[in-house]
C-alpha cells in the first residue's frame, strides 16, 4: 500500500469513525441516564436521512434549511418516543423497558416502508459537500474532511455541557440516583428528555454526514450502523461519552483498513468479532465503571 | 407554638403492603422532633412521603398551613422542606462544591455566601472542595450530605439516621451540629436508631412500630418511660 493510499485510508477511517462516534454517544448516554439500550436509535438515525429527502427533493428546500429541519424533527421524534415509550415503564423491571425499544426500532422500520416504501430512495445531493478537495496528494470529498473535525468540536461542546453547567450537573447526578436528585428538586423527566435531545441532535447531524457521500436510503439503512455504534459504545465502556468516541473511531479506522487489505466481506462481521471479544475480556469496555446495579 | 408541619391520617402502601397506617404528628416550629422505632417501622417512608418521592395512599401533610400531599418533589423543595436521605447518598460522581451546589439546584441567587457557610460548619469539606464525593469518608460523606440539604435553605430539615455506621466521636459531632442548625431557626425532624442520644436533644418524641405511632412525648418523658428504655434504650446505655 502506498503512503497516499494508506494515508486516504486513514482519512476515510477516521471520518465515518466520527459518525459512529456522534451516533454512540445517543447509545451512551441514554444508557447512562436510564440503562437502557435504546435500540430504536440506529432507526432514528435512518428517519433522520428520511427526513432530510422530504425537506430537499419534496419541498425543494436548501441544504443548509433542510439540515436545521432534519435536526428539529429527529429530536422531536426522540423525545416523542421516550414519552410513549420509555417514560410509562420508568419503575416497570429494566427488561421491560429494553423490550420496549426493541418494539419502537420495529414500529419505525415499519412504519419507513409503509410510508416510504422498502425500495431504496435517492438521498438529495448537496453539491457543497461533496465538492473534491484537495491536500497535498490525497483528495477526498469536504464532508469526509469536515466529518472529524465538527465531530470533535461537538464533543468538547458536549463535554463542556455536562462538566461545566448546571443541567450538565444535573444530568450527572441523575444518572447515579434518580430519588436523591428529586430531593434536590431535579425535574427527572425534564433532565432525561434533555438527554434524548442531544443524542437525537448527534444522530441528526452524523446521518446527513452518513448519508452525504451514499446515494440511497432505505428502511432498513439505519440497523447495521445502529448495531456498530451499539459496538462502539460497549467498547469504550457503556456511559462514558469518551469511550463511545474512541469506539466510534476505533471501529470506522478498523473496519475501512480491512476493506482496504480486501476483505470487505469480513468488515461488518468484524464489529461483532469485537463485541464478542470485549465481552469475554472486559465486559465494563475500556473506560466504563465496575458494574454497580443501580438501586 | 404554631406547627410548623402537620401531618393527618397518613396512610402509605408499597403494592398493598401498608407501611404506614393511618398516622398523625406534629412537628412545632423551631422545635427539633424525633421519630424512633426499629427497622422496618415506616420512619424512612414516612419522610420520603413528606419529601413527595412516594406518594402517600391518603394523608393530609400541611406545611405552614399549605396542602403539600400529591405535590411534586421539586415543589415540596422549593417550599422549604429537604430530606438527608438514609445511607448519605452523596452524589460520589460529583465534586464536594458540586454537591453542595446541586443542593441549592432551585435557587437562581448567588451561592457564594451559602457555601461559605457551610464550610464554615464543616471545615473539612472546605479542605476536600475539589475531591470527589466517593473518596470522602463516612462522617465526611454525611457532613456533606447536611450541607447540601442546608444548601436549599430549608425551613425543616428531615434527617433520616444520620449516625448510622459512623464512629462514636463522629455522631458526636453529628449531634452538635443538629442541635447549631436548630438553633439558627431551622426545625428538625430526625429519624434515629439511636435513640438515647436522639431523645436527649429532641423538645418532642414519637415511637414508631409496624407503621403505627406507639408513643409520643417530650423527650425527657420518654427517656423516662420505663417500656422506652427497655425496647430502644437497652443497648445503647452505657
Ligand atoms: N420501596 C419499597 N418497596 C416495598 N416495600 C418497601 C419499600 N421501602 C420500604 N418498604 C417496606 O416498608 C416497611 C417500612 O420501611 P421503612 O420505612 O424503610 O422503615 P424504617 O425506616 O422505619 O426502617 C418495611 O416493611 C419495608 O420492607
Ligand atoms: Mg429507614
Known amino acids: 500500500m502506498s503512503l497516499t493510499a494508506f494515508l486516504q485510508y486513514c482519512l476515510t477511517g477516521i471520518s465515518i469513525g466520527g459518525i459512529y462516534a456522534l451516533i454512540a454517544i445517543g447509545y451512551t448516554m441514554v444508557y447512562g441516564i436510564l440503562r437502557l439500550i435504546n435500540f430504536a436509535h440506529g432507526d432514528i438515525f435512518m428517519m433522520a436521512a428520511y427526513f432530510m429527502i422530504f425537506a430537499m427533493t419534496d419541498f425543494f428546500l436548501p441544504w443548509q434549511v433542510s439540515v436545521v429541519i432534519v435536526i428539529v424533527a429527529t429530536i422531536v421524534l426522540g423525545v416523542v418516543i421516550e414519552w410513549l415509550a420509555y417514560r410509562p415503564l420508568r419503575s416497570a423491571p429494566r427488561m421491560s423497558i429494553m423490550i420496549s425499544a426493541i418494539g419502537v426500532s420495529y414500529l419505525l422500520q415499519n412504519l419507513a416502508t409503509y410510508l416510504f416504501s422498502a425500495l431504496p430512495k435517492g438521498y438529495p445531493e448537496i453539491p457543497f459537500l461533496k465538492q473534491i478537495i484537495h491536500l497535498g496528494n490525497v483528495s477526498t470529498s469536504l464532508v469526509t474532511f469536515i466529518t472529524p473535525i465538527l465531530t470533535i468540536g461537538l464533543v468538547a461542546a458536549l463535554m463542556f455541557i455536562i462538566n461545566h453547567t448546571k443541567v450538565g450537573m444535573a444530568m450527572r447526578a441523575v444518572s447515579r440516583d434518580f430519588e436523591t436528585a428529586q430531593l434536590m428538586g431535579i425535574k427527572i423527566n425534564r433532565v432525561i428528555s434533555f438527554t434524548f435531545v442531544i443524542g437525537c441532535f448527534l444522530a441528526a447531524i452524523g446521518s446527513v454526514l452518513y448519508f452525504t457521500p451514499r446515494a440511497t436510503?432505505?428502511?432498513?439503512?439505519?440497523?447495521?450502523?445502529?448495531?456498530?455504534?451499539?459496538?462502539?459504545?460497549?467498547?469504550?465502556?457503556?456511559?462514558?461519552?469518551?469511550?463511545?468516541?474512541?469506539?466510534?473511531?476505533?471501529?470506522?479506522?478498523?473496519?475501512?483498513?480491512?476493506?482496504?487489505?480486501?476483505?470487505?466481506?469480513?468488515?461488518?462481521?468484524?464489529?461483532?468479532?469485537?463485541l464478542i471479544l470485549i465481552l469475554l475480556i472486559r465486559p465494563s469496555g475500556l473506560f466504563g465503571e465496575k458494574q454497580t446495579e443501580k438501586v | 407554638m404554631s406547627n410548623i408541619l402537620e401531618i393527618r391520617d397518613l396512610v402509605v402502601s408499597y403494592g398493598g403492603i401498608e407501611a404506614v397506617k393511618n398516622i398523625s404528628l406534629d412537628v412545632p416550629e423551631g422545635q427539633i422532633v424525633t421519630l424512633i422505632g426499629a427497622n422496618g417501622a415506616g420512619k424512612s417512608t414516612t419522610l420520603k412521603t413528606i419529601s413527595g418521592i412516594v406518594k402517600p395512599k391518603s394523608a393530609s401533610i400541611r406545611f405552614q398551613g399549605e396542602?403539600?400531599?400529591?405535590?411534586?418533589?421539586?415543589?415540596?423543595?422549593?417550599?422549604?422542606?429537604?430530606?438527608?436521605?438514609?445511607?448519605?447518598?452523596?452524589?460520589?460522581?460529583?465534586s464536594v462544591a458540586e454537591n453542595l451546589k446541586i443542593g441549592a439546584y432551585l435557587r437562581r441567587d448567588s451561592l457564594k455566601g451559602d457555601m461559605e457557610y457551610v464550610y464554615g460548619l464543616f471545615p473539612r469539606l472546605k479542605e476536600r472542595e475539589w475531591q470527589m464525593a466517593g473518596t470522602l469518608s463516612g462522617g465526611e460523606q454525611q457532613m456533606l450530605a447536611v450541607g447540601r440539604a442546608l444548601m436549599s435553605r430549608p425551613k425543616l430539615i428531615m434527617m433520616d439516621e444520620p449516625s448510622l455506621g459512623l464512629a462514636p466521636l463522629i455522631v458526636k459531632a453529628i449531634f452538635e451540629i443538629i442541635?447549631?442548625?436548630?438553633?439558627?431557626?431551622?426545625?428538625?425532624?430526625?429519624?434515629?436508631?439511636?435513640?438515647?442520644?436522639?431523645?436527649k436533644v429532641a423538645d418532642k418524641g414519637y415511637v414508631m412500630e409496624t407503621g403505627e405511632i406507639k408513643m409520643e412525648g417530650t423527650g425527657a418523658e420518654l427517656l423516662a418511660n420505663e417500656e422506652i428504655k427497655e425496647a430502644y434504650l437497652g443497648k445503647q446505655k452505657k
Open chain 2, 67 to 94: 396542602e403539600l400531599s400529591g405535590k411534586s418533589p421539586d415543589y415540596i423543595v422549593s417550599k422549604g422542606i429537604t430530606l438527608v436521605p438514609e445511607g448519605r447518598r452523596v452524589f460520589d460522581n460529583l
Open chain 1, 217 to 274: 436510503v432505505n428502511p432498513l439503512s439505519g440497523a447495521l450502523p445502529g448495531i456498530k455504534c451499539f459496538v462502539a459504545a460497549v467498547f469504550g465502556g457503556i456511559g462514558s461519552i469518551p469511550g463511545a468516541v474512541v469506539g466510534g473511531f476505533l471501529i470506522g479506522i478498523s473496519e475501512t483498513f480491512i476493506k482496504a487489505f480486501g476483505y470487505s466481506e469480513f468488515s461488518d462481521a468484524f464489529t461483532f468479532v469485537l
Open chain 2, 179 to 199: 442541635k447549631t442548625i436548630n438553633e439558627e431557626g431551622i426545625t428538625v425532624l430526625l429519624i434515629e436508631q439511636n435513640a438515647n442520644m436522639a431523645l
